[in-house]
């Protein structure tokens, strides 16, 4: 019977990063995947040419230069910035909320102490309470008039409820800047590589 000193369940990014360290230490390890493939949910394939995600798209991203660097002796990454857009009847806004996109519906708001105002304003009749469901908690981050244009129809037809019944943590996690920036992370790192993600693990 074979000895290994680590035995590893998924073959994905977190297993890939523990077996690449064991070995370099000189140890063994069995990793151990129910996919017929390697790299877990980051999993890419090439068709026509195009690296496609299996299981959606993934982008890393990090504010740690030594993760940065370690990642980087893998893979070439691009050099890919998330700045996603919502369509909402032909007219385009921007996400995460920012400036750009608290000027884009309200025209007049051109400061961030505009925006804030505006935000307080419509919010007033939730900032007295605690928000119990996403609805409240959304009108709290964002005001009423983004809330009803921006998030209440994709997040009632993503989840299949209504939004008063959905959880406030939900919305928390969407980032709210009062600053002309339409990178969705904080992060000074992230990229996607250029030849999948798959050659990570």
Known sequence: MSHYDFLLV???LFSSVIAECA??????????????????????????NIQVHK??????????????EYINTFAEFNRYTNSPVANYEGEIYNLPFNMNTFNRIW????TPEQAESRIKEQSSVITEKVPVN????AISLVGMDIYELLIKGYTEKQWGRPCTELP?????????????????????????PIEGDTQLS
């Open 10 to 12: 998924g073959a994905g």
């Open 23 to 48: 070995a370099a230490k000189g140890k063994t390890c069995l990793v151990l995947e129910r996919r017929p493939h390697i790299a877990g949910n980051i999993y890419t394939e090439k068709i026509n």
């Open 55 to 68: 299981y959606g798209a993934h982008i890393f991203h990090t504010d740690l230069k030594p993760v940065w």
């Open 107 to 110: 025209p007049d708001i051109v």
């Open 134 to 137: 996403l609805e409240e908690q």
């Open 168 to 192: 406030p943590d939900i919305i928390k996690r969407i980032p709210v800047r009062f600053i002309y920036d339409n990178n969705y992370f904080n992060d000074r790192y992230q990229g996607i």
